[in-house]
């Protein structure tokens, strides 16, 4: 089952297509999301950090055997496999990457979860699943690539059974962005085809608008991305060539920070939502 693709997901699908390589040797391991630490003085790895963050999320979903989960914007499947081991829950990921979900399927067969774990083709903006198909759904860093926020989040509680809980991280404008830096925030974001930054104070109404209510909205900002960004820079610093050896050169090039460019953008926060639909199954 699949559903139609809008244009916006089209881009999307194709830009990370281009990255499969780079993101093959990436230091996350299998994810494409930030990490969390605990303190500035934490060491734990960029894959570690990434996968704490993804058990943070299951906690928050509260499923286990026999839930039904659907993963929205998957990547290459590493948290919805760590989902499904953890729990015994049945977890279905969607990508507009063809490539990623070529690749999230290898990665569910060789973990042996494949009878539990599949993976397709799909854009979260017209999902092909019945009303009330999922027992929970979370989005691990995907909302903030889709064209509208609430229409993104409607979508994903209609598939959710009354009751259900959704999870997802997203970024926000935690600091008022001034006339000089958002040319540059906004070109950084452009660049990785994402939308301005949504409002945490404005969040909860936005999951009421989509039919939601909010159980839980946390920022994380020193915990993520204040320090994946600093840490990825340096990782990536010193494995550079493997890198690019992996992407087309002109994607590479596109994407790689400019001489005495600093991605970290501390005017954007890293935020957590919990929300349930509302009623009882």
């Known amino acids: 089952m699949t559903s139609n693709v809008s244009a916006v997901g089209e881009r999307v699908g194709e830009f990370y297509d281009q990255l499969v390589g780079m993101f093959d040797a990436s230091l996350y391991g299998p994810n494409i999301h930030v990490g969390y630490w605990n303190s500035q003085e934490d060491s734990t790895t960029l894959e570690d950090a990434a996968d704490r963050l993804t058990d943070m999320m299951i906690a928050r979903l509260r499923i286990g055997a026999g839930s039904r989960v659907l993963d929205i914007g998957c990547g290459f499947g590493g948290p919805a496999i760590r989902l499904a081991q953890k729990t015994g829950a049945e977890v279905v990921g969607i990508s507009v990457s063809r490539k990623q979900v070529e690749k999230a399927n290898e990665l569910a067969e060789a973990a042996g979860v494949s009878g539990k774990v599949t993976f397709q083709y799909a854009d979260a903006m017209d999902l092909a699943f019945d009303d009330g198909s999922f027992d929970a759904v979370w989005m691990l860093e995907s909302v903030m690539q889709m064209p509208d926020r609430t229409a993104a989040l409607a979508e994903a ?125």
């Open 157 to 281: 509680a209609r598939v959710l059974r009354p009751g259900g809980r959704l999870a997802l991280t997203d970024n926000y404008e935690r600091e008022e962005i001034s006339e000089e830096r958002r040319p540059v925030i906004e070109n950084i974001l452009q660049r990785y085809l994402t939308q301005p930054p949504a409002s945490f104070e404005t969040y909860p109404a936005m999951l009421r608008q989509a039919g939601l209510r909010c159980t839980e909205l946390l920022d994380v900002s020193e915990s993520t991305t204040k320090q994946s960004v600093r840490r990825l820079g340096e990782a990536m610093a010193q494995n550079m060539e493997q890198l690019a050896s992996k992407v087309d050169p002109e994607v590479f090039n596109k994407l790689k920070p400019a001489e005495g460019e600093n991605m970290e953008m501390p005017e954007l926060g890293y935020l957590i939502a919990t929300a349930r639909r509302p009623g009882t199954a």
